[in-house]
């Protein structure tokens, strides 16, 4: 793992070389197989994880048995950083969408790193925020959308973050089942593939297999309001 493959993380993308090397001495890489579980609800731990390669899912469930997705991430992205702050039971389980790596850094590392770094401290507070921002649009989205619009708002997420343009679209690659994608938007999935299915008679998108190709982006923003 090179310094330019740290900086991939929006957090620490504005290291120089020389806090970037520091910071990397303490790091420690973890793979994943797809479908493997890098840690359980409930779970203790003291680490932040970055996703270096692959996607990787936060999911919770429910005490008879029902699964939600909390989130979706990809390379760049981290999560377990509560536990750094609040030390306790994972609030989440992770498991590998696709074959996945990491780098990961412990409680102490950090908090040692950070000193003398306050703009990363600042960094890594604003990354907090916007992941309590989510969770509350989330919250907003389930209560105030109905489930097309709802899929129509995720997809456009899948497709600002894993999506490549091409001639005949957005094409997203997002390796979600389609129980996955439903537990995502907090629907059934007969609800969402209905939906989906009126979003492909409209000629919006194009079904593949894990994936989608978006034709018409401006009709799903619309769709997604």
């Known amino acids: ?128 925020a916007s992941r309590l921002r989510k969770a509350n649009d989330v919250n907003a989205d389930l209560v105030f959308s109905d489930v097309p619009g709802r899929v129509a708002k995720a997809l456009l997420d899948l497709a600002d973050r894993f999506g490549r343009t091409a001639d005949d679209g957005v094409h997203v690659h997002h390796d979600l089942t389609q129980e996955e994608l439903a537990q995502l938007v907090g629907a059934s999935r007969e609800t969402v593939n209905k939906a989906l299915a009126d979003f492909a008679s409209r000629g919006w998108l194009r079904l593949e297999p894990r994936s989608v190709v978006i034709m018409d982006v401006d009709r799903l923003k619309r769709r997604a309001r």
């Open 1 to 128: 793992m090179d310094n330019e493959v740290l900086r991939q993380a929006p957090l620490f993308s504005a290291l120089d070389d020389e806090a970037a090397t520091a910071l990397r001495g303490s790091l420690t890489e973890t793979k994943l197989r797809r479908g493997d579980v890098l840690f359980h609800e409930g779970d203790s731990g003291d680490r932040l994880y970055i996703v270096l390669d692959g996607k990787i899912k936060l999911g919770r469930t429910s005490s008879d048995g029902r699964e939600n997705l909390l989130a979706i991430l990809g390379p760049g992205q981290m999560f377990g950083e509560l536990s750094l702050f609040d030390p306790g039971p994972r609030s989440a389980t992770v498991t590998a969408v696709t074959d996945a790596s990491f780098a990961s850094l412990s409680h102490e590392d950090l908090l040692r790193w950070l000193e003398g770094r306050p703009q990363v401290a600042r960094g890594l507070l604003a990354q907090i």
